[in-house]
Structure formats: structure tokens, C-alpha cells
């Protein structure tokens, strides 16, 4: 009888053992923002995934939210440890959560900045922003930082009341704004530059058939944000391994391929004090839960 209970604790032990082992098993997850298409997204990813676990020596796992509330929510809650999202949505996420920036983004021109442009119709009348007052604007999209929050406002800046002085609506996309200027829906379009030439085989008219007003002031790129509760030193390897990971032939191929991103240049939260002055200008409350 001694002998069949040592048998059955031993077998126990061992089928305890190897689920012990799992718990103690260190993940990071990497949070995105959909940039393309979710589930292609979630499979694309996983080459980064993977050369970001080399770098770290601990499992890194893609995480895909359906906006970027989604990640800013898993930053707070610890469903997120770190994420590629846009600058407003780090400063939500800062302001809720503690979460910090370490990396900003770089653009092919190597600037960690980019700015929207005013687009009207080549035969347009409208020849200064003073006469986009009573004229029909297409914005992208309320949460959008390029296609809503900083156009938005410039305007204001340049004296023109978005709820009085103009008409305006939401088109959901930077190249629905471009085909309802040049439909002729509306006289202003919002968009990043240029984006004329990303969506050229859409419109190839687009160049002759319009021209830019002006731009708006300059909008931090793309933040890698940790989370608040992650401890320094883990915060610092992922920099580090990402910085690395940018100066790879393989990794900066993937980068651009997954997000347009040409490298990264470290970043604190003074980089994005810009957001919470336009947001204020825009009268958006970023306290947490507002």
C-alpha cells in the first residue's frame, strides 16, 4: 500500500513540475494600434516578436487592439507592457496610467516629427486661410492627431470658429479626404503630407488637380510607450533592444514594411507637451476619465 500512494505522489510531482515551470515563464507583451488590416497585423508582427525576444532573452508576444484606446486600456490594466501608439494616445495614456515614452519614431527624411497639410483645388478661390471661412472642410477623424487635433487647431489659431465660421465632417480616412476634394464635396481637405503621392495609383490626378494651403505645426511621430508600473531597468532594455533592433538590415526592413518607420530616437514626455497645448487650444479634456 506504501509503495502504490510513493508511486501516485511521485507521478503527481512530476506532472506538477512541468506546469510550474510555465507559470515562472517571463512575456512581454508589445501592444499595436491597427495600421492595416487586424488579423494581417497580428501575423505580421511576429518576426519582430521574435527578434525582439532574442534581444531581451525573454518571450515578447504581439498584442493587436481594435483602436488605440485598446492599448492605452492595456498600458493601465497590465493586459499591455509596452506599445507602438500615436502621440495622443500616449498622452491618454500618460495621464491615466503613468505610462512613459521612451522611443519616438523616425521618418525617411530621419525627423521624429511630421505635420498635416491644407489641400484645395487647383481652380480654387481660396488663396489664404482667411478665406476658408464659409468653406466646406473635410477632417479624417476626431481622435485623429494629424486628421483632426492639430489642423483643427491651426484654424482656431488663425482666428476662424470651427463650429461658426466653416462646415465640416469626418471623412475616416486621409485618402477619403483627398476623393472629396477632388469630387469636388468639399473645398478643404485635411491629410498628412504628402498624401498625394501614398495614394498616387488611387489618384493619379491628384498633384495637377490640387494644391496645398499650408501646413500645420510640427506632430510628433509614432511613441513606443511603457508601461507606468514596469521597473526602469526593463524599460531600458527595451530601448536599447529596439534601438538595435533599427540598426539591422532585417529590422529596418521590417519596420518600414509594418509601420513606415525608418529607426527611432529616444524621447521623454517633454517631446509631447505639444499635444496637451493643441489639445487645449481644441478644448479637449485629457484628464482621466474624461
Not at 533592444?241 to 524621447?267: P, S
Amino acid at each position: 500500500m506504501k509503495k502504490i500512494i510513493a508511486i501516485g505522489l511521485l507521478i503527481a510531482l512530476l506532472i506538477a513540475l512541468p506546469a510550474c515551470g510555465n507559470e515562472e515563464e517571463e512575456v512581454i507583451t508589445m501592444g499595436f494600434v491597427p495600421m492595416r488590416d487586424g488579423d494581417a497585423l497580428i501575423e505580421s508582427v511576429e518576426p519582430l516578436t521574435a527578434m525582439l525576444s532574442e534581444e531581451l532573452g525573454v518571450t515578447v508576444k504581439g498584442f493587436t487592439a481594435t483602436n488605440y484606446v485598446g492599448v492605452v486600456e492595456g498600458l493601465g490594466s497590465g493586459q499591455v507592457d509596452f506599445g507602438f501608439i500615436p502621440p495622443l494616445a500616449y498622452v491618454l495614456a500618460n495621464q491615466e496610467s503613468d505610462a512613459e515614452v521612451i522611443l519616438t519614431s523616425l521618418n525617411r527624411s530621419g525627423e521624429a516629427f511630421y505635420k498635416s497639410q491644407f489641400l484645395v483645388r487647383e481652380d480654387s478661390d481660396i488663396e489664404d486661410f482667411q478665406d476658408v471661412k464659409g468653406k466646406i472642410v473635410a477632417f479624417v477623424d476626431p481622435s485623429s492627431t494629424s486628421g483632426y487635433l492639430f489642423p483643427g487647431a491651426f484654424l482656431v489659431t488663425e482666428g476662424i470658429d470651427l463650429e461658426r465660421d466653416i462646415q465640416y465632417s469626418y471623412s475616416g480616412g486621409h485618402d477619403q479626404s483627398l476623393q472629396l476634394l477632388l469630387n469636388g464635396d468639399v473645398d478643404v481637405a485635411v491629410t498628412f503630407v504628402d498624401a498625394r503621392e501614398r495614394y498616387s495609383q488611387d489618384f493619379p490626378e491628384a498633384m495637377d488637380k490640387s494644391r496645398i494651403l499650408g501646413y500645420t505645426d510640427e506632430i510628433p511621430n509614432i511613441s513606443v510607450t511603457v508601461s507606468g508600473s514596469m521597473e526602469e531597468n526593463r524599460r531600458e532594455e527595451i530601448q536599447q533592444a529596439l534601438l538595435r533592433i533599427a540598426e539591422k538590415e532585417e529590422g529596418k526592413e521590417l519596420l518600414q514594411e509594418l509601420f513606415n518607420m525608418h529607426g527611432f530616437a529616444t524621447a521623454t514626455d517633454a517631446d509631447y507637451q505639444v499635444i496637451r497645448d493643441t489639445a487645449e487650444i481644441m478644448n479637449i479634456d485629457l484628464r482621466a476619465g474624461n
